[in-house]
């Protein structure tokens, strides 16, 4: 049994004690009973075994610390079709993705420098614009196709709630849209990509 003074997440001694009396499930057994790992999970410290998804997570983002490490795991990864199509679901990893193939592009023409590339770089800023142009249009005309389908419908409370949670996203990225127009800035800043992660 470990030491309740060695528990800093658990500040008052009375809730120590109390802890004590009420351990926690073991996964591995099935049986309530004090563990090293158990007791880590309480005090929110790291695990030694992690078990929960969040805890596998958290163990792989530890070890994968180094830039080089990480890159390399998440290209195996991403050669698994599931995987990949479950990452594309996550706006900012997608933008982020799509991001990465501008800029090695960029790059590569910058290492192959010939006389044509200021207008390649004009027809690939237009490409890009068009593609801009027609995510907004494409917006405008599903929303404008759904919501006849829609009438007569009464929207449930969570519904509604579901509805107005996109809507936030979607004024957050128009915002976002018309911020970077005016100022030229396209980064993401840290607020808007967990809302737009759901975060």
């Known amino acids: 049994m470990w030491c309740i003074r060695s528990w800093p997440g ?3 001694d009375g809730a120590r004690w109390a802890q004590l009396d009420e351990p926690p499930l073991n996964e591995r057994t099935g ?5 090293q790992d158990g007791a880590k999970r309480i005090v929110g410290q790291k695990v030694g075994h992690p078990v929960t998804a969040t805890e596998k997570v958290k163990a792989i983002h530890d070890m994968a610390t180094d830039e080089q490490v990480a890159a390399r795991a998440v290209t195996d990864l991403l050669r698994r079709p599931e995987i990949a199509f479950q990452a594309m679901g996550d706006e900012v990893a997608k933008h982020l993705v799509n991001r990465a193939q501008i800029d090695r592009s960029m790059q590569a023409a910058q290492v192959h420098r010939r006389p044509a590339e200021p207008a390649l770089r004009r027809v ?3 490409s890009e614009f068009l593609s801009l142009i027609a995510a907004c249009s494409a917006f405008v005309a599903a929303i404008g196709r759904t919501m006849p389908t829609l009438r007569g419908h009464t929207f449930t409370d969570s519904e509604r709630q579901v509805v ?3 809507l936030a ?3 957050a990225t128009a915002d976002w849209l018309e911020s970077a127009v005016e100022t030229g ?3 993401l800043d840290d607020a808007l990509a ?3 992660r759901g975060d």
């Open 194 to 196: 967990d809302l737009l």
């Open 124 to 126: 690939q800023q237009s």
């Open 10 to 12: 658990i500040a008052d």
């Open 185 to 187: 800035n396209l980064s």
């Open 164 to 166: 107005h949670t996109q």
């Open 31 to 35: 049986r309530r009973e004090w563990t």
């Open 169 to 171: 996203k979607v004024r």
